[in-house]
């Protein structure tokens, strides 16, 4: 085991804004940006994060009220979101068919790039209780002052007692002041989450900020039966 890396960083002086000039309105997973700008750790990883309130699922699969179950699953749906608070940097693209693997709290995760170009990350986690798998497609573009992030993706939970799935779609996000200011970011969007056995669907909103920045990191959400979708 090594306690020193072999070559120490070099640091660079990096003109951000000449960079970043040239990427208005464009795609930022296709264009290769410095490595100044990257946490260190792969999309795998990061992705393996939204498991942090996995209890939450497990809790869902012990309830026998359909209602509280899907209220454990809108929770864990909606935590998904903690792993980006404050983590402004992006993590490293995957390689195509690399791989991680990760196991703790009672789950097994394996995590795999299985597209380059898009890039498309793809999991699958089991736990007694529950499956949890999806794939995300993250979009990102730049607009002057922020970055938008558009995870394109369906997320499937299975709840093993009950045989219920839940499917649903993450929301955007937004990092502001990219060149000028300090950075901040949020969510923003509506996240519908459906049980297909049951009917029950979760609608829940991520306000956007407005001219105040009164509803910023604020939800709210409502279940609705059959009769009222």
């Known amino acids: 085991m090594r306690d020193t890396l072999p070559c120490q960083q070099k640091k660079e002086d990096v003109n951000i804004w000449a960079i970043l000039k040239s990427c208005i309105g464009k795609d930022l997973t296709k264009i290769t940006m410095p490595i100044q700008f990257n946490e260190p750790l792969s999309f795998l990883q990061r992705m393996a994060e939204s498991l942090e309130y996995s209890y939450l699922l497990a809790d869902a699969d012990e309830e026998d009220d359909p209602i509280a179950r899907m209220e454990n699953v809108a929770a864990f749906a909606i935590s998904a979101g903690a792993y980006n608070w404050d983590r402004m940097m992006k993590p490293f693209n995957p390689l195509l068919g690399e791989t991680y693997e990760l196991q703790r709290d009672g789950f097994k995760l394996v995590a795999e790039q299985v597209s380059h170009h898009p890039p498309i990350s793809a999991f699958h986690a089991e736990h007694k209780n ?25 997320m499937t939970v299975v709840l093993s007692r009950h045989g219920e799935a839940y499917t649903w779609s993450n929301v955007p996000c937004c990092v502001h002041n990219v060149i000028v200011g300090k950075l901040w970011i949020e969510q923003y969007g509506t996240m519908e989450i459906t049980c297909h056995r049951t009917g029950y669907k979760a609608q829940i909103t991520f306000k956007p900020s407005g001219w105040f920045s009164r509803d910023v990191h604020k939800i709210e959400g409502f279940i609705l039966d059959q009769k009222c979708v």
């Open 130 to 154: 529950y499956i949890f798998s999806g794939s995300m497609l993250p979009k990102m573009k730049f607009y002057g002052k922020s970055v938008e992030i558009i995870p394109k993706g369906v």
